[in-house]
């Protein structure tokens, strides 16, 4: 399947600049496919290993960073021959080897003109930890579930996707039920690849939803296998409490929910390995649009999101046809369809994410982020209710700042406010 980040790693490829690529995503977003997909593509070779549970690769690392000696082993254990420039090297899972992260600061120094890539699904958990990180020795990319576009692309709805990135507007609203129907269809299988390719190649919702559980079932197992037997308990509570945090009607994580009496320092670790997994994104809120956002942030609130919506929806077993069908999800809607925007912002890179409180007040605003120089506040309509009064109030109060509201309706420009559709929000700034 068509990913857009292929024109990262091209951009990688031909860098002048070019150090050893680490591949950060959760568990079975596609890590490993696009990395063989690349090297399929654009080198005469791929030399892949899976360093997990792997006893030829185990030891790897341990007697010195020799490169030379690295090399001629890698190529044994491929039969792949290990060329400059012509044969890319895929370590896969590289956090389950011994010194395997510091081995990179050598291919960088060493060895610059060998691409190499390395993948991990609990990678971003090592790096936190500083499990010898070679800082300043690496470049990093992130990978997401499949976007709303990109399952426009694996659907083969090529033209429509042009059309969505073009942001030819006119021509879209004259096939917008084209579009809502293929985001309702996302809604539900959400953009995690096999269940994408499962629901192109059955067209069957239980199958997709068998997909989806066994994806959480290895979260869980994730969580039971890797984390500190400490920490466990209070991972699982966080992460089975998400729906819940997010039915709430101003979404905000309340740790009351975990437990009677539940603090803030006792679910910091719990929290932060969720986000290191990549299965949560965390958007913190700030009490004043000012530039740049961050300097504003309030870091004691915060909401939690899922990774995918398809996701969201298997966790909370919602049947398939109040996706699948309009108007059907009723008090869940607002939450999920939240849950999808904050998904689709996390695929531009160039987005800083968070969301408005006034204090002192119930306004509030689900989204403000800011793009360059540029704050944006956006307010998510589930449906075609175009009624915005917080966005309203907030416009008010900082006139000067674009508004957004996205919504099942067509693009229309008002005089305060751009009303983008659901289906365009994760192309809008790109």
């Not at 977003?29 to 593509?41: A, P, S, W």
């Not at 500083?130 to 090529?158: C, D, H, W």
């Not at 966790?315 to 999808?340: D, H, R, V, W, Y």
């Not at 403000?368 to 008010?396: G, M, P, R, Y």
């Amino acid at each position: 399947m068509e990913r857009t980040i292929m024109k990262d790693l091209l951009k990688w490829r031909n860098r002048s600049d070019r150090k050893p690529l680490i591949l950060l995503g959760a568990r079975q977003v596609g890590k490993t496919y696009i990395l063989k997909e690349f090297g399929r593509q654009h080198y005469e070779h791929t030399a892949y290993i899976n360093c997990d549970d792997n006893e030829m690769v185990k030891n790897l690392f341990e007697p010195d960073y020799n490169i030379r000696r690295i090399l001629l082993a890698i190529g044994s254990i491929t039969g792949v021959s290990i060329l400059p420039g012509k044969t890319l090297i895929i370590l896969d899972e590289i956090q389950e080897l011994k010194r395997g992260l510091n081995a990179l600061k050598y291919f960088c120094e060493n060895a610059p003109e060998y691409h190499v890539a390395v993948a991990g699904s609990l990678l971003g958990i090592t790096l936190h930890q500083g499990e010898s990180f070679p800082v300043g020795k690496v470049n990093t990319l992130k990978i997401f579930p499949m976007s709303y576009e990109e399952f426009l692309l694996a659907k083969g709805q090529r033209q429509m996707y042009d059309m969505l990135v073009q942001k030819q507007w006119d021509v879209m609203a004259s096939t917008r039920s084209k579009y809502i129907q293929s985001l309702r269809e996302y809604y539900f299988t959400g953009g995690m690849p096999e269940a994408v390719k499962k629901h192109l190649d059955t067209n069957d919702t239980v199958q997709v939803r068998e997909v989806q559980q066994e994806i959480l079932l290895a979260y869980d197992k994730d969580i039971s296998k890797h984390a500190p037997t400490n920490e466990a308990v209070r991972i699982n509570q966080v992460w089975k409490s998400i729906p819940s945090q997010l039915a709430k009607e101003n979404r905000k994580f309340v740790y009351g929910v975990l437990r009677k009496g539940a603090r803030a320092k006792e679910f910091e670790t719990a929290i932060q390995w969720l986000l290191d997994a990549g299965l949560v994104y965390k958007v913190e809120r700030v009490g004043k649009p000012g530039m740049p956002l961050n300097c504003y942030a309030d870091f004691s609130a915060f909401k939690l999101y899922m990774l995918d919506c398809g996701l969201l929806g298997a966790m909370n077993n919602m049947p398939p046809a109040l996706m699948l069908l309009p108007n059907k999800m009723e008090e869940s809607k607002g939450n999920f369809t939240e849950n999808f925007v904050c998904s689709q912002l996390h695929n531009c890179a160039s987005l800083s994410i968070f969301y408005y409180s006034k204090e002192n007040s119930t306004q509030k605003v689900d989204f403000v982020v800011q793009h360059d120089t540029e704050i944006a506040a956006i307010e998510v309509k589930a449906e075609e209710n175009l009624q915005s009064k917080s966005l309203k109030a907030f416009h008010a109060d900082y006139p000067n700042l674009k508004c957004i509201r996205t919504s099942m309706a067509d693009y229309r420009q008002e005089e305060w406010m751009d009303n983008v559709p659901l289906y365009a929000i994760g192309n809008y700034w790109d």
